[in-house]
């Protein structure tokens, strides 16, 4: 019996290792689906840099026309997925500080924090919002080959109403100056999303209530109707886009979920019924629950506004306990940051924060990887290591299921199949 398993093993590995373009080993991987490690894995992947196939390394002939990416010692997790980031915005610039820089330095930064965090081990993110179509740019300059950083799903603009998260509304009425992205009524909702999808949008972002750092606004104020935002989702659905909604107060949360919205973005503020209502339409949470600990710390010395520390104030400890009850309630989880109101490269510093406020460590684990995949409508390409989907993952020594910090400290980083991080030499 033992004979025909490894023939059959043998038989199923050489046509495979023959069309691979690289095959990496290490110690195990994490099996997110079923939670469990598997020992010893080859994984083989192809030109196109996807998985080929998992073979056991000891029974594995490598072949020199095969690049081998060995990590001994190491545990492998798939690539890691940050459902909500800015890649070109600063933790360190903050308020009125921005308007002291031109139009495109923001593009500049975004090529380094694109790097930061892809060396941190982020294989792939959700670019929740930028002007200028600066993300598409990025993804476009990363797919291309010209510079390193993470597979991009860009928003683009987020859309918003009038005086609200998404606007502009910083300067005085004789600056009178509107975000490109505001709408003001669901036929202009609709034409806004054809607009921003005709320019390279993938996912829609949308600011269903008001936020911390946007003056003038209500945190918890309602900013787009149901109207609005059934206009934007039917739309966006139609195009084949899913939308991300922010939404801390309770009212715009729920009329997102009736509106048909893919994912609530803070959901701070959610109430009991609201949390049933996501979960019975399967809403996702995607929760920022770390940044609390950072805009705290850091105050207004990034030229942060008292006006947003006071509202943060009001919804920062609110928000974990609603992840808390979230959690319990079974409402499916992603993992999303909002990293570039903290600074970019520190992403994983949330894992811990989602175990402190009550998940175990791999549904923190797979937020950030299955369910993330799922919610992209991406599940064939990105979240598992497994044939067909993307060469893309992180190593670690030890046992992240134990300790779920390791993952702030990764040792390699594998997308597509080749090495583009490596933090410590090989031993
Ligand atoms: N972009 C969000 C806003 O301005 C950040 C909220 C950060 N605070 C938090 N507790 N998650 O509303």
Redesign the pocket.
């Known amino acids: 019996m033992r004979r025909f398993l490894i023939a059959a093993l043998l038989a199923a590995v050489a046509p495979v290792s023959v069309h691979a373009a690289s095959v990496i080993t290490a110690d195990r991987y994490l099996d997110v689906a079923t939670g469990r490690y598997v020992e010893h894995p080859a994984i083989f992947v192809g030109d196109d840099g996807r998985i080929t196939g998992i073979s056991d390394a000891r029974t594995v002939r490598f072949s020199d026309a095969i690049k081998h990416i060995d990590l001994p010692g190491a545990t492998l997790l798939p690539g890691l997925i940050d459902m909500h980031v800015h890649l070109t915005s600063l933790a360190e610039i903050g308020g009125y500080r921005g308007l002291q820089y031109t139009d495109n330095f923001w593009m500049a930064v975004g090529v380094a924090n694109a790097g930061k965090t892809l060396d941190a081990g982020f294989t792939t993110v959700r670019n929740v919002g930028s002007a200028n179509f600066d993300d598409v740019a990025l993804e476009q300059a990363i797919d291309g080959g010209w510079i390193a950083g993470p597979r991009i799903v860009p928003a683009t603009y987020a859309i918003g109403a009038t005086g609200g998260?998404c606007d502009d509304n910083a300067l005085p009425p004789s600056y009178d100056k509107k975000q490109v992205s505001v709408v003001d009524s669901p036929a202009e909702a609709r034409a806004k999303v054809r607009w921003l999808h005709k320019y390279g949008a993938k996912v829609i972002k949308i600011c269903a209530t008001g936020?911390?750092?946007?003056l003038g606004d209500s945190?918890g104020g309602q900013q787009l109707s149901l109207e609005e935002m059934k206009a934007i989702a039917d739309e966006a659905h139609m195009l084949h886009l899913k939308v991300a909604a922010?939404a801390?107060g309770d009212e715009g949360i729920r009329d997102a979920i009736l509106a048909g919205i893919d994912t609530i973005e803070?959901a701070?503020l959610a109430n009991d019924a609201t949390i049933q209502l996501a979960k019975a339409h399967h809403t996702w949470f995607d929760m920022?629950?770390y940044?609390?600990d950072y805009?705290l710390a850091t105050g207004t010395s990034n030229g942060t506004e008292q006006e947003s520390l006071d509202k943060?104030k009001m919804?920062?400890l609110k928000?974990r306990q609603t992840f808390q009850r979230a959690v319990r309630a079974g409402v499916p989880m992603l993992f999303g940051t909002?990293a570039g109101?903290y600074p970019h490269g520190q992403n994983a510093r949330q894992f811990a924060k989602m175990v402190e406020w009550g998940m175990t460590p791999i549904e923190a684990i797979r937020a950030a990887t299955i369910s993330a995949g799922q919610a992209l409508g991406q599940a064939e390409d990105v979240g598992q290591i497994a044939p067909g989907r993307f060469g893309d993952m992180v190593a670690v020594k030890g046992d992240p299921l134990q300790n779920v910090r390791l993952l702030e400290h990764v040792d390699a980083v594998v997308k597509g199949g080749k090495l583009v991080a490596r933090t410590v030499p090989a031993p």
């Open positions: 998260h936020g911390v750092f946007s945190v922010h801390h803070h701070s920022d629950i940044n609390d805009i943060e919804i920062g928000q909002d109101i």
